[in-house]
């Protein structure tokens, strides 16, 4: 009954207005979850390398305007943008080492050229001047197993590409038990000198490279504040980061005996 | 040869412009041309002035991105541009996929589709204000510009500069959806840029005129015409277009064969006796 007076009265104007308003809202709403959704995916990417002196990841992501002036500047076309596709994401440049990696230019045409700041200058420079060697593009990994060298096959070809040669990457030898009269000239990877740039990636002789480069944050761990090397000076500086931790456990004002008899009443009482 | 002219003056101009400012781009990247580097989104211009997509640093400002100077003088030049002298001129006379849905609409014409869907258009050409407010929130929410991750404009332009992957997708979705699905598709109804520089270039000089006695009510105006609400005077009164959803594209003075409508300055003093 109520029904049937309803359907013969007019709907408002002002009815309209809001129920129009609400189907807005409801469309933004599913919109908005399947944008977000496809841009959380699109921007989770935690393996792309980026050119020198570019901000966090987070920060890079949000600062770069996808421009091209950095691929542009790049004299190697070590720089390329994100096409669709690509896997990485979308229009942010990054580089491959395996097939061009990073010359390190001492003058580092790709950073000044950064109209919005992603490509930070100030992080690669040192005393006033440019300084490739301080840029952190990644952290070459070297994978023992498919490595020659570890298997005593003489091979130091990552060693001699590396633009930072004796520093980022050293020679270590041992003594090879295998043969007994030869000896393992072992590549190793020191992390403070290492700028990331792939060369060693480009060089390396095995089908799939043995040594390669990973983005910082993923190749290296942290050992926090609770670790500190009390014979350098210099880590001891990492205690200024450091903060206790209060745990508080509630302490039962129950006695023993008691707490290992809770729980038994109803059966003593049987 | 003097008529075609006539009629294509302003379409030949505008894809001269259209496909200058992708040439100079590519041969920035492919040759180290010094005119005009980047592409759409940020360029320098002869090495020198900076130009940067004002809807892009709004969305990083937004999602919480620290701008820099450059990308704010960059701005500042495009965004002044726009809304003192070139209206919405962006996507009629710049955007290249101005050129996909031009075909497309003209390819509707060709085949008579449009009559063939007469039905009530299913999305308002207010979404694009919508979807341009949507997108500031995404990317508030998700701390990156977030239709700059989806643009299928700056996978366009910057696919042409840079190489396209599978960007030829996101273009041929938006021609199919033009020719087949709704008569001005992207542009007119969907496209937040597109609402972006309606709204910016609300208040620029440069309009199109309509002059009445002129008008022969022939309305080959309005067929022609990408946002056709924009043209309510047609034939009832002298007015210039003062609708910010006006690409100034121009295709209207040159089908009109009356001399009924003309680029001129806003008459500031006209707008006030009418009201407008």
Known sequence: MSNHSKAKQPVSDRRKFILNM???VGYAAVGGFLWSAYLDEAEASPLVLRPPAAIAEKDFLKTCIKCGLCVEACPYDTLKL??????????TPFFTPRDIACYMCEDIPCVPVCPSGALDEASVTKNGKLDINSAQMGLAVIDENSCVAFWGIQC?????ACPIMGQAITIEYDQNKRTGKHAFLKPVVHADACTGCGMCEHACITEKPAIFV????????KAGSHY?????????SRLKDAHAIHTTTQVSKKKAVDKLNAGLEGLLDE | ???????YRYLILRRFVQIGILVLFFGANAWGWKILEGNLTSSLLFGKIPMSDPYAVLQMVVAGAVIASDLLIGVGVVALFYFLIGGRAFCSWVCPINMVTDSANYLRRVFDIDRAQLERSPISRNSRYWILGLSLIVSAFMGIAAFEFVSPISMLHRGIVFGMGFGWAAIGMIFLFDLFVLKNGWCGHICPLGGFYSLLGKF???????????????MKCKVVCPEKQVLHMIGKESLPILSGEC???ARCIEVCDDDALRFSIRDLIQNKKTGE
């Open chain 1, 22 to 24: 609400a189907k807005g």
């Open chain 1, 214 to 221: 990973l983005p910082r944050e993923v190749a290296m761990g």
């Open chain 1, 82 to 91: 994100a096409e669709p596709g690509d896997h990485k994401p979308i229009g």
């Open chain 2, 1 to 7: 040869m003097s008529k075609i002219w006539n009629n």
């Open chain 2, 247 to 249: 690409t100034n594209c």
């Open chain 1, 228 to 236: 500190i090397k009390g014979w350098d000076k210099k880590d001891e």
């Open chain 1, 156 to 160: 130091d070809a990552c060693y001699r």
């Open chain 2, 204 to 218: 620029s000089f440069i309009r199109v005129h309509h002059i009445e006695e002129n008008c022969t009510l022939c």
